[in-house]
């Protein structure tokens, strides 16, 4: 778990000064795999809402349930980040 926890930490780090220049993405001015990666990637520590991509809802338990180990850490930012690519760059709602 400690490995996660460094990562969600370097993610928040970087984000936070890639905004900080005026960039809007993780890595410059256009959505890169990083931004994608991470969107895919976050649904482990907070799940998609039911609305965004309607799931089993033992799928959305462990989501929550990973999130809760990692809850002191993890930068509400890089949430309302993945929301944002997710609303921009997804076909909403999921359906698999």
Same mark, same amino acid.
């Given at each position: 778990? !400690? =490995?996660?926890?460094? #990562?969600?930490?370097?993610?928040?780090?970087?984000?936070?000064? &890639?905004?900080? =220049? !005026?960039? +809007?993405?993780?890595? !410059?001015?256009? *959505?890169?795999? *990083?931004?994608? /990666?991470?969107?895919? %990637?976050?649904?482990? %520590? +907070?799940? %998609?809402?039911? @609305?965004?991509?309607?799931?089993?809802?033992?799928y =959305?338990?462990? !989501?929550?349930?990973?999130? @809760?180990? *990692?809850? @002191? #850490?993890? @930068?509400?930012?890089? #949430? *309302?980040?993945?929301?944002?690519?997710? &609303?921009? /760059?997804?076909k909403?709602?999921?359906? %698999?």
């Amino acid at each position: 778990m !400690g =490995r996660i926890k460094s #990562v969600l930490n370097i993610l928040s780090e970087r984000l936070k000064a &890639s905004q900080a =220049r !005026g960039d +809007a993405f993780f890595v !410059g001015h256009h *959505v890169t795999s *990083v931004d994608i /990666y991470w969107t895919a %990637f976050s649904t482990f %520590f +907070a799940p %998609f809402s039911p @609305d965004q991509c309607p799931m089993e809802q033992s799928y =959305r338990d462990m !989501g929550n349930w990973m999130g @809760d180990l *990692v809850r @002191d #850490v993890m @930068d509400p930012a890089l #949430v *309302v980040h993945r929301d944002r690519i997710l &609303s921009d /760059y997804f076909k909403l709602p999921m359906w %698999f």
